[in-house]
């Protein structure tokens, strides 16, 4: 269910697609079905229909609510696209914390219990705003009362709905016409527990495990709490894998990260998209990987690499950026202000001090001096600069590309290279001049 609005979030962005640790909230809840093995998942729209549908793309059905009339009326609505299937989890939107192992749960207690409803529930220090779980004298679920509904006495229950159900189908579109509207005007799927037990229907009601936080992201509060648990999770998941991470509450790891044992990740480092760290490498402190494959014994320190590739043996930082598109082969080392863009830079390469490196292929154990710059943009066009292998580079060198260095050629200080320079010769001045190396001295 992804139809409302989320008023309380008051925010131009429909509630489910806010993210959360770098995903919008109601993809973590479509990524936990696919997980349990659900293969027809049907997607409830309303609010923000469009853009929904955009952040979710193909992979799922799609089912319009036109009038955000509550829970009862958006699960009506998939009615249709849910046909020939016998049972169905129907998942809050806005349950960003649910995982595929807690719908399992869910549904072998559904079918093992033969229940025509089964509903998770959780226990809370503050369930102010959800809907209690109340229980008869035997123990058993009773009805679940919504918080405008709930009296002194439900009020003080502890137990609350996640708003994550498995549902015999035929019974729940039998039984979703029964639902009668609140004072508030909404059809509450919740008041079908109650309407089970009136007619002696099995109704089951299972705790999550652990310390499952149930948190529905309601409000911006919600959102930051449901940040920092996913966040926790998710370091968690990298420390048992083998990584040590100094501070996990100032390590920000996102969903599709991996790393590789002993690789340690200190504080304030960002992790991001589909990044992959190899073993022992060294991340951070203040660093950010966006969307990068890093390889063995890399140390990116102070740094940001993002949509780019780096074999091992790497160091980018303190204070660099590589940019996207970037290929650093092993052994590179980049640092101090240094930035590279869309460049394959080759093994053993240093590039140590306030330069630019962009849509350029740099050779195998090049010396970038500080200050170059590779003049890549005109003012119109981008250009390519290549480097050959064994160049050496001097301080503050303007390569003005389109523009070649042959295999072991040199730059002078402050040279502006204009036109190509073959190997093994020496361009200096302004516009630089290209000369005959002088012979190597004699030992
Ligand atoms: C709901 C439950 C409550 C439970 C809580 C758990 C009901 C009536 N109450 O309350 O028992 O404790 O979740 O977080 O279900 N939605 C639609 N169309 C609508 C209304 C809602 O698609 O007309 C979607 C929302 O986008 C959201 C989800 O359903 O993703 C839940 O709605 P929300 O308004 O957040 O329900 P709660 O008040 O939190
Ligand atoms: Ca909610």
Request: proline share 6%; glycine share 12%; charged share 25%.
């Amino acid at each position: 269910m992804a139809a409302g609005q989320g008023t309380r979030m008051r925010s131009a962005l429909p509630k489910v697609l806010h993210p959360v640790a770098g995903r919008p909230m109601v993809r973590h809840v479509v990524d936990a079905a696919r997980e349990a093995g659900v293969t027809r998942c049907v997607v409830v729209v309303g609010h923000g229909a469009e853009q929904v549908r955009a952040a979710l793309g193909g992979g799922v059905l799609y089912a319009e609510q036109p009038e955000r009339l509550g829970t009862g009326d958006a699960v009506r609505r998939a009615r249709a696209a849910a046909d020939g299937v016998r049972r169905l989890l129907v998942l809050n939107g806005d349950a960003a914390l649910v995982t595929g192992d807690m719908l399992r749960l869910l549904m072998d207690r559904h079918v093992s219990s033969g229940a025509a409803l089964t509903l998770l529930t959780a226990r809370v220090a503050d369930p102010a705003g959800l809907g209690r779980v109340v229980r008869g004298p035997d123990g058993g679920v009773a009805r679940v009362v919504e918080d405008p509904e709930a009296g002194d006495e439900a009020r003080t229950l502890d137990e609350v709905n996640t708003g994550l159900y498995c549902f015999d189908a035929a019974w729940l579109w039998a039984h979703l016409p029964r639902l009668e509207r609140s004072a508030g005007g909404e059809y509450y799927l919740t008041d079908l527990v109650g309407l089970a037990v009136a007619e002696g229907a099995p109704v089951q009601a299972v705790p999550a495990p652990g310390d499952f936080d149930p948190v529905g992201i309601n409000d911006r509060v919600q959102l930051a709490r449901a940040e920092a648990a996913l966040r926790r999770r998710f370091c968690e998941r990298l420390m048992r894998d083998g990584v040590t991470i100094i501070d996990p509450a100032t390590t920000y790891v996102e969903a599709g990260v991996q790393a590789g044992r002993d690789t340690v990740i200190y504080p304030n480092t960002h992790l991001q998209g589909e990044t992959r760290i190899g073993q022992g490498c060294h991340i951070g402190p203040n660093s950010v990987v966006r969307d990068s494959t890093v390889g063995d014994r890399c140390r990116i320190e102070a740094s940001y690499v993002e949509g780019s590739t780096l074999e091992p043996d790497v160091l980018v930082g303190p204070f660099s950026h590589v940019r996207p598109g970037s290929y650093l082969e092993s052994g590179v080392h980049l640092g101090n202000y240094a930035e590279v863009k869309n460049s394959r830079i080759g093994a053993g390469t240093q590039q140590h001090h306030f330069s630019y490196v962009g849509d350029a292929q740099v050779g195998r154990d090049v010396n970038i001096g500080a200050g170059t710059i590779t003049c890549n943009y005109d003012g119109r066009e981008k250009h390519r600069t290549v480097i050959g292998d064994r160049a050496f580079i001097g301080s503050d060198t303007m390569l003005i590309a389109p523009v070649r260095v042959g295999d072991g050629a040199s730059t002078g200080a402050g040279s502006v290279v204009n036109r190509d320079v073959p190997a093994d010769s020496l361009a200096v001045g302004v516009p630089a001049r290209i000369r005959r190396k002088p012979p190597p001295e004699d030992p």
